[in-house]
């Protein structure tokens, strides 16, 4: 799970903390993974880009995507 961006490794850690999992993109160049939460939510889903043009709010937005969570795990 080595984003090549720092900010979206963290906010991919941050997923992993509250129980989100990850999956890596096969094939789409642009995309490099998904999120979701384990409730199966539908909303509970982000994709995580591969070169961000922002890195830092792509970063926020799968952060506040996983606060977003109606039944959210761990701290
Ligand atoms: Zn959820």
Redesign the pocket.
Known sequence: MAHPNKHIREALEYGKLHGWRFEKAGGRAHIYGTIY?R???S??LIFIHSTPRNPEDHARRIRRKVDR???PIGA
Do not use: K, Q, T
Request: proline letters at 11%; a negative charge; glycine letters at 12%.
């Open positions: 939460c409730h199966g939510h909303d509970c969570c109606p039944n």
